[in-house]
């Protein structure tokens, strides 16, 4: 990990316990296994601290705000899926009680 964000281990641990988001799973022996969203945070968390020059308390913000966003997007999409499913079945129901009254 430590060579694909140029991040130093000590400095990753130090992550770990102040970002409840950046959770890796560790192996029986107790080695921490990124997965790549472990990956993307750790590059976002480093661009926000580095780049962005935020604050440890901002950038938690910034993660927490972004993460909500992504999840009221995720359910507003679910949400429009729902809909267009009962405008189908709607259709398909109108179209069959259109076929029937025609004939």
Known sequence: ????????????????SEFK???????PAGQRLYRKRDLDLVKRIKTLLYDERLTL???????????RKSTEQLELGMKEAAYANALRRIRERLTTLRARLGS
Do not use: D, Q
């Open 21 to 27: 988001l950046l959770r890796p799973k560790k192996n």
């Open 57 to 67: 308390e901002g950038a938690k913000k910034r993660l927490i705000a972004e993460s």
């Open 1 to 16: 990990m430590e060579e694909l964000t140029a991040v130093p281990a000590y400095v990753l641990r130090y992550w770990e």
